[in-house]
């Protein structure tokens, strides 16, 4: 059986990944509004989705403000839909 130690390449750092905080919490943020625009666009890419939780780091509960709020935001043309 071999250690953690002896599966790596030797010289090579061991990669550390730092633990994801929610932005909202950690800023004491209590309700997303879906006018403001600047908070919500680092939110959606390029491609205009919604960032998953895995990716962007928010907890539930604010995951789902965030969603309702790009949705209503779409619907009235503060964010686009799509790129094209």
Do not use: W
Not at 25 to 45: A, T
């Amino acid at each position: 059986m071999k250690s953690a130690k002896e599966k790596r390449p030797a010289g090579q750092k061991q990669y550390y990944r730092r633990k994801k905080v929610c932005k909202f919490c950690v800023e004491r943020i209590d309700s997303i509004n879906y006018k403001d625009v600047k908070l919500l666009s680092q939110f959606v890419p390029e491609r205009a989705k919604i960032m998953p939780r895995r990716i962007s780091g928010v907890c539930s509960p604010h995951q789902r403000q965030l969603n309702d709020a790009i949705k209503k935001a779409r619907n009235i043309a503060l964010l686009p839909f799509t790129t094209e």
